[in-house]
């Protein structure tokens, strides 16, 4: 009885782990990826203390090995050796806070592998955790209906147009989805009832217009060539004529579809639809292929360095880093930033290497030979009676949405890349094989049958009352450290950034401070938001000139800790390099330290044009024009395209009172499409103006603003501090009239600022 009580807890444990994709809260840094994983990890950690338990009373319950089990056990061991020498080995373990992955997260989904290989023993047990499955992923969907329609008390979509749900991403929704569709299809064809048939037809075509409305075009491609593959194996392995026929009629109709499309790529209706217009705008010039494709030549050029073993589970970023595409960056808003290849191969093969990649791959070779050994059984016999019923028992229908699942999960991985939602499936379904590999072979257990095939279990056995305390003490400190301590340095964090927002900096850096102290794999991004705080509230001007340097200080001692702990992340240097030009203002020994910093970061990535701008900040501000004008021209010869850089040396040479190349650099980049003659454009005039003290050009940049805004009366107040400066007194006056007669409260400073005239 005790076991039977111990299984059922299990087993909720399990069916729980599939609403993890529905969670979010926004408490966390990262609302919908920290509650998700974490939520999953205590599960998977209460379940495992309860399955010992379980293993001592009943040791036929104990973990099943199949060729599937074996092959991701090599998987697990070749990453784990490839990040104990590779670059990083914390971030391998603990992952970063952005996708709260890591082995941690890793390890604990092969736990699940085994609890549900270990657990769900007949065929009932998998339809019913599929089916949990597929109720799930039809809240997510229906959330993204209600985003679809505007349902007020719903978050909005994250990503615009682009349905993202309770996932938070487009991409990752699409591909969760992806998954349950043809898990639909699986059931469909395995259930004989009427009802749940149609259940399953409408869950399919419901969850299909879903993914099509997030406008994923991987995903979109994924399920259009899993449905061809399930359309050609039906035909072949289909026996009934009319079954045949139609499967190549959908064949059929799927290839002239396709073709259609991209036939009338230009047509109205192919234009109007946000995803057809994203699908055929597929071409070597569209930006997001180009930067897969450039990405990919910087992952193959990574790889090639540590070919065998790779970088280390999560250290793809230093590969990526080391041969960053200046390409990619385009302006201030590229995402440079990259931690994944956005390509299943490249992702497998810069962590682990070769023998990682090949490992990964024959997890997936075994799978579908598992599937296809299934198929050829069923050509040859129909009912084999020396097989074990219940694996036999399937539609063949059914194995071949399996496979179609499995050829459109790798081919949807192909463009982007696994979170927990796919994760959590993807190990269901190779537990799901791995169950129908074993109850093929001869059970461990038949010894303990008897003649009716009735279990014969032995008396439970009696797990000693110390054990068990020692054990739950065990799993809850695993439990606090593993997660809850991540969870509340990670709410500290939020809710710092939450007053930072709202210009509350006292509070802001008191709760960074106690998140740090924590000490967790969440402290490296905190530390950046910290950095930016600082920075922030020291423009404030809420704090002393003490306080400013006491909190610098405790930035600076922060960053400085992230080089000790990951000495290899270019991200980590360019950060403290944007402290520190900050800093630099209270200590101008700072800006040699960029320039020592930026050093380093250039042997890291010596083709990210922010570290050349950093740089070039620091020297210029310390007044040595030459070497700060020559960061910024390598900047602008990394890639010539790109205005930021153009700006930035023009901006210089202002500062350094160049103005015929400032003016040479402002006729290159309206070539590029510059508009000079912009709000923003004009805001970003001000400073280096200001910096050089030339007022006379900062009031022809305010005379061009107000002619933008001609009602906005701070733009008067400074035009008239700008002629004041240049004793146009006259002009002064006119211009702080304006500001006044615009805005009455400017009178007061106003008679100030006359009586100084006079």
């Known amino acids: 009885m005790r076991a039977e009580i111990l299984k059922k807890i299990i087993c909720i444990c399990l069916y ?3 609403i993890a994709p529905f969670l979010i809260w926004g408490k966390f840094v990262f609302p919908y990826i920290t509650p998700k994983t974490l939520f999953f990890r205590i599960i998977i950690e209460i379940a495992l203390f309860f399955y010992i338990l379980l293993i001592i009373y009943r ?36 992952g970063n806070i952005e996708r709260s992955e890591g082995l941690l997260t890793i390890y604990h989904l092969f736990i699940f592998f085994i609890l549900i290989t270990a657990l769900f023993r007949e065929k009932k047990d998998w339809f019913k955790f599929f089916n949990i499955s597929i109720f799930v992923s039809l809240l997510v969907a229906f959330y993204a209906l209600g985003q679809k329609i505007g349902v007020s008390f719903l978050l909005p979509s994250a990503g615009g147009a682009r349905l993202t749900g309770t996932i938070g991403n487009a991409s990752f929704l699409a591909a969760y ?4 569709i043809f898990l639909c299809l699986f059931l469909l064809v395995n259930k004989q009832e009427r009802p749940w048939r149609i259940f399953y037809g409408l869950a399919f075509l419901f969850e299909a217009y879903i993914l099509f409305e997030t406008g994923t075009r991987g995903a979109a491609l994924a399920f259009f060539g899993g449905l061809l593959v399930l359309a050609v194996l039906s035909a072949i392995f289909s026996k009934n004529k009319k079954i045949k026929l139609g499967f190549v009629g959908l064949f059929l109709l799927l290839i002239i579809l396709g073709v259609s499309i991209w036939i009338c790529r230009d047509q109205a209706w192919v234009r109007s639809n946000y995803t057809l217009d994203r699908l055929v705008s597929i071409s070597p010039t569209d930006i997001t292929t180009q930067s897969r494709l ?54 497998q093969a810069v962590p682990g290497g070769i023998f990682g990649l090949l490992a990964y791959l024959s997890i997936l070779g075994l799978s579908f030979w598992v599937l296809w050994s299934k198929l050829m059984s069923w050509r040859k016999k129909r009912e084999d009676s020396q097989e074990n019923q219940s694996a036999v028992s399937y539609n063949q229908f059914g194995f071949i949405a399996l496979i179609a699942l499995l050829a459109a999960y790798f081919v949807q991985n192909f463009f982007v890349f696994d979170t927990l939602g796919t994760y959590i499936l993807f190990y269901s379904v190779l537990g799901f094989l791995s169950y129908l590999s074993i109850s093929r072979l001869p059970n461990k257990g038949a010894a303990n049958q ?19 305390i020692i054990l739950a ?28 927002y709202s210009d509350m900096y006292r509070q802001a850096i008191s709760e960074f401070r106690k998140s740090l102290s924590y000490g967790t794999n969440q402290a490296p991004e905190i530390r950046h938001n910290l950095s930016r705080t600082v920075v922030k509230a020291f423009q ?23 080089f000790q702990m990951a000495p290899f992340n270019a991200r980590h240097y360019a950060f403290a390099m944007s402290l520190y030009n900050a800093v630099a203002i209270l200590n101008h020994d700072y800006y040699d330290k960029v320039i020592e910093l930026g050093e380093h970061a250039l042997s890291l990535s ?16 310390q007044k040595r024009y030459e070497e700060g004008l020559e960061y910024f021209r390598k900047a602008v010869e990394l890639n010539p395209a790109v205005i930021e850089s153009h700006w930035n040396l023009a901006a210089a040479y202002i500062i350094a009172g160049q103005d015929k190349l400032a003016e040479q650099e402002f006729r290159q980049m309206i070539e590029l499409g510059f508009k000079y003659y912009s709000m923003a454009n004009l805001q970003r005039l001000v400073r280096p103006y200001l910096i050089r003290e030339d007022f006379y050009k900062l009031a022809l940049v305010y005379q061009e603003m107000i002619k933008l805004e001609p009602n906005n009366p701070d733009f008067y107040a400074k035009l008239a501090a700008s002629y004041k400066e240049i004793g146009q007194i006259d002009r002064a006056k006119q211009a702080v009239q304006k500001a006044v007669e615009l805005d009455p409260d400017f009178a007061d400073e106003a008679a100030l600022f006359l009586e100084m005239l006079e």
């Open 473 to 500: 003490l065990l799993f809850i400190w695993a439990i606090y450290i593993f997660n809850l301590k991540p969870a509340l340095a990670n709410t500290l964090s939020i809710k710092g950034m939450s007053y930072a």
């Open 606 to 621: 010596p083709t990210r044009p922010q570290l050349y701008y950093a740089m070039g900040q620091a020297r210029i501000s």
């Open 16 to 18: 729980l782990t599939l």
């Open 450 to 468: 008897d003649k009716k095939g009735q279990s014969q279990s032995k008396p439970d056995s009696q797990p000693r009352p110390f054990f068990i």
């Open 540 to 562: 404030s001007k809420q704090f002393s000139q003490q306080e400013n340097i006491d909190n610098f200080k405790f930035a600076v001692e922060e960053m400085e800790k992230n």
């Open 59 to 94: 040791p036929e319950y104990r973990p099943r090995f199949s060729k599937l089990t074996w092959a991701i056990l090599i998987y697990l061991f070749i990453i784990t050796f490839a990040s104990i020498f590779g670059l990083d080995p914390y971030r391998s373990f603990w």
């Open 177 to 180: 989805l992806l998954m349950n």
């Open 294 to 347: 450039l990405g990919w030549r910087a992952s193959w050029q990574g790889w090639l360095d540590r070919f065998f073993l790779g970088y280390g589970y999560e250290n793809y970023n230093i590969a990526f880093n080391k041969y960053f595409p200046v390409l990619i960056y385009r302006d201030v808003g590229s995402q440079v930033w990259f931690d994944r290849a956005h390509n299943i191969i490249f992702d």
